[in-house]
């Protein structure tokens, strides 16, 4: 899928603070449709809060978040989720007591929604229906249908982490958040990992913002990277230029290297 240079998420001048800690301060970020962008930096450069934020779990302390050019700054996260703007988390948030297609049907929960009264009258069988077909669907672009009945106790990490994707997947997300896709994975399951986070975009058309640890993965993946350091804008690019940025090597590998 190609970029367009309208961007579908800004952060203007970001800034957070929890008591006299400022954890992001004027940090700036323009993601452009359709794009896979990485947002990377040492521990504690202030990405996981920045998502935070962008996501609805922390109001802004100042700075402005636009998505799709609406000011979005503040909005609760369900707020966000009804307009397409998903986010997962560093662990993944699975029932484990549940099958692989009960996970994902429960996150098909915007577009299945039924009420009490329908579910005494039998009336919302017609949408439980569409939502099981559509978990099914979504199972199966992924390659995972033949694990639909699995406990999802029993999945590999890796299967864990895509089922996660998954159940982002069906709640229809415009953009999707990926805190740490590749966390905890062997070689092999990250590059299973990193093809279906590539199909999501191209075939999906969803935007995807990561962040993520492993650099080969994300040089090998991202169309452009943003680099954070003490909650602030270290450097911005592509692959390319972001990989022979001093401050970039300096940042991550101190300035001895």
Request: glycine share 10%; net charge negative; charged share 20%.
């Amino acid at each position: 899928m190609t970029t367009t240079e309208q961007p579908i998420l800004e952060v203007r001048n970001l800034g957070r603070n929890f008591g006299g800690i400022v954890a992001v301060d004027d940090f700036s970020l323009e993601v452009k449709r359709g794009a896979i962008h990485g947002l990377i930096g040492p521990n504690g450069a202030g990405k996981t809060t920045t998502f935070n934020v962008i996501s609805g779990y922390y109001p802004p302390s100042r700075g402005k978040i636009v998505y799709a050019g609406e000011d979005i700054s503040g909005r609760s996260t369900a707020a966000l989720a009804d307009l397409g703007l998903i986010r997962t988390f560093q662990g993944t948030t699975l029932f484990h007591e549940l099958s692989v297609l009960d996970n994902v049907r429960l996150g098909c929960h915007r577009s299945a929604k039924a009420n009490f009264f329908s579910r005494v009258l039998g009336t919302d069988r017609a949408v439980e229906e569409k939502a099981d077909e559509k978990a099914h669907g979504i199972l199966a672009f992924l390659g995972m249908d033949h694990l639909s009945e699995e406990l999802t106790a029993n999945l590999s990490h890796g299967h864990q982490r895509a089922l996660g994707l998954a159940v982002a997947l069906a709640a229809e997300p415009r953009i999707m958040l990926l805190d740490e896709p590749f966390t905890g994975m062997n070689p092999e399951e990250t590059k299973r990992m990193a093809e279906l986070v590539q199909r999501v975009r191209d075939e999906q058309g969803v935007t995807v913002v990561l962040i993520e640890h492993d650099m080969q993965a994300v040089m090998g993946l991202c169309d452009f990277i943003t680099v954070m350091n003490f909650g602030t804008l270290l450097a911005s690019g592509t692959p390319k230029e972001v990989r022979s940025n001093p401050q970039v090597i300096e940042a991550y590998l101190g300035s001895a290297a």
